[in-house]
Every structure is written in C-alpha cells, then in structure tokens.
C-alpha cells in the first residue's frame, strides 16, 4: 500500500528522482556530445520520447526500425527540434534474426563508436504468430532478436568503451509484467511456437519480459567475468498507453484506459527511466540491476536465479545459431 501511495504522489526515491519525473528532468545535466546510442523502437511512444530526449542532450543517434518511413518521419521530427543532430535511419526487423545480422553488419560498416544500446523495442500479440526463424512472434520481437542485437554489437561496445574511456551502457527494458509468467519457459515457448492451442498473450508476453530481465542478470556476470567497461540494466518503464496495445484498439481499450488514467504515465515520464539509466554518473559501475521509477529496486524472485539465466543463454545460443527450439528446450532444465 505505501509504495502504491509513493506512486500515486510522485515522491522521489534514492535517486533523487520518482514516477512523476520525466525523461528531460533526469537528463538535465547530461553532456552526450561524445555519445552514440542505438535505441531500437524509436517511431513512437516511450522509444521516441527516449530519442528526443537523448538528441536534445547531443547524442548521436542511430534508429533502426522495420517501418522505415515512420523512422524517417521520428528523425524529422527530432530535427525540426533539434537541427544540428546527428541521425542515422537503418532497416531493422527484431522477429527476424537474419534481419538483425544484416543490421549489425551494415551499422559496423559505418564505423562508428557505440556507447550506448537501448533495447526498447516490445510487441503484444493478441494473435498468435510465428516468425521466419519458427519462434513465437512475441518472444522473437521482445527478447531473442535484442539478445542477438547484444550479442553482435558487444564487441564494438567493449572497444569503445577502452578507446573512449567511457564506460558502455545496455539497457533493457522490461515490464513489472515480467513476474507473472509461471511454469517452464522454454517448454510453454516450445509449446506456442509449435501451435496456437496453448497460447495466451498476457502469458507469452509475461515470458519474453522474464526473458529481458534474465538476461540483464546473466549478461552482468558475463561483463564483469570479461573485465569488460560495459554495464547492462533493466528498467520497467511504467504503465502508459503507446502504440504497444495498437493491435486491439476500441471501446473496451477505450474505456479501461480511461478509468486507469490517473495510475498511468504519461509517454515523458514512462521515458524517464531508461533515460536515467542510460545516462546518469551515479550508475556508473553499476550493473545487473533492475530499476522503476528511476531507482533501484528488487524484480521478482525468479528473475533472480542466475542458474535459470545462465540455462535462458544457452538455450538462447542454440536458437539464434539453428533455431532447432527442441534443442533448445532441452538445453535447460527449470527448478
């Protein structure tokens, strides 16, 4: 109940900082001249808010998206604000993991420095669907095709961060969603991915953000295994109307998101915790955590247990190298 009322008030916790605080507020003193950022769903909502926000404060600004108009149409307004940004548009489709390799070898081509990757990207299915690779739409989008993201622009990452000096930053976003998924993962992922008999959008999604958050903890042991001057977080952004729910508009969505208007966010203060935690000094060093409302806090107690991450990598290994899922089910064995 008092975190509730903490919420509902807006007062700021350790950081200074709390749910009524916005994207620009927590960025105030940011000098990101030196920066580069890649910021995957950046057309709209909390992605698109997150770019304004990081280009107002100097960022180069890399936007991959599988809508490449309305990607150009997000840089356009980005520079009708700010004119003397640096913005560069790439196609980019996250269910597709031959996508995201063409992505990464084109961005390494440019040759540019990349300090920054914001993973912010997110799908909710109502329909079940299946990608190109034979993984379950929503899993595809939200988690698999961001860990294949990190995985092949880690290098550049770690690079930078020794050439520059600055340390690197991953940031994931998740969804307090994340603690409701129940059951063995990668069996109900085997399960949705074969057909839609067992699939449930709520659950599928809840799946995927238990997937981002396990792999901010499993990523942070590998980091810090390597030495490596790059940390990675995960963030839930907090409840607001985007583009997210664009799959089911009418009156019933209507009407639920009228009566829970004043528990949600509005799309500046949604951003305002990536953008925190991409950019803050005080995290520096800090790495593997999992923050709301722009502090620190606890996920839930599954998202904690580094043997199921370290299973969700390997798993996660064997799909982006064969998509063979079946194997991939069995390379992890849940408690």
């Not at 379950?136 to 000096?165: D, P, Q, R, W």
């Not at 995960?234 to 209507?254: A, K, M, Q, S, Y």
């Not at 991409?278 to 955590?289: E, H, I, M, Q, Y």
Request: glycine share 6%; proline share 2%; hydrophobic share 40%.
């Amino acid at each position: 109940m008092l975190e509730s009322v903490k919420y509902l008030i807006g007062s700021v916790g350790a950081s200074g900082f709390g749910s009524k605080s916005t994207a620009e507020e927590v960025t105030q003193n940011s000098d990101l001249r030196s920066v580069t950022a890649i910021i995957t769903g950046a057309t709209s909502g909390i992605g698109a808010e997150t770019a304004q926000v990081l280009a107002r404060r100097g960022a180069r600004l890399v936007l991959p998206a599988r809508n490449l108009k309305a990607a150009e149409e997000a840089k356009s307004r980005i520079l009708s604000e700010y004119p003397d940004s640096e913005i560069v548009v790439m196609a980019l489709d996250l269910s597709s993991l031959n996508s995201v390799r063409r992505f990464v070898a084109e961005f390494d081509a440019l040759q540019l420095p990349l300090n920054l990757l914001i993973n912010n990207a997110g799908k909710f299915a109502h329909e079940h669907g299946i990608s190109e690779d034979g993984i379950e739409m929503t899993f595809a989008t939200n988690y698999l095709g961001h860990f294949l993201l990190t995985k092949l622009l880690l290098k550049n990452m770690i690079e930078t961060a020794k050439v520059s000096g600055i340390q690197g930053r991953i940031v994931n976003v998740s969804s307090t969603v994340h603690g409701w998924f129940t059951g063995d993962t990668l069996r109900y992922l085997g399960e949705i991915s074969r057909n839609k008999r067992h699939y449930d959008a709520t659950r599928a999604y809840a799946l995927s953000k238990l997937a981002n958050v396990l792999h901010t903890k499993e990523l942070a042991r590998r980091l810090e295994k390597m030495e490596a001057n790059v940390t990675v977080n995960c963030v839930h952004p907090g409840i607001v109307r985007t583009r997210l729910t664009r799959e089911r508009e009418g009156l019933i969505t209507d009407l639920v998101f009228f009566l829970a208007s004043k528990l949600l966010k509005t799309i500046p203060q949604a951003a305002a915790t990536t953008c925190y935690v991409a950019t803050n000094p005080r995290l520096n060093n800090v790495s593997g955590k999992y923050f709301v409302d722009c502090n620190e806090t606890t996920s839930c107690k599954r998202a904690t247990n580094l043997k199921e991450a370290a299973g969700l990598w390997s798993a996660s290994e064997i799909m982006v190298t064969t998509t063979d899922t079946k194997s991939a089910l069995s390379a992890m064995k849940t408690n």
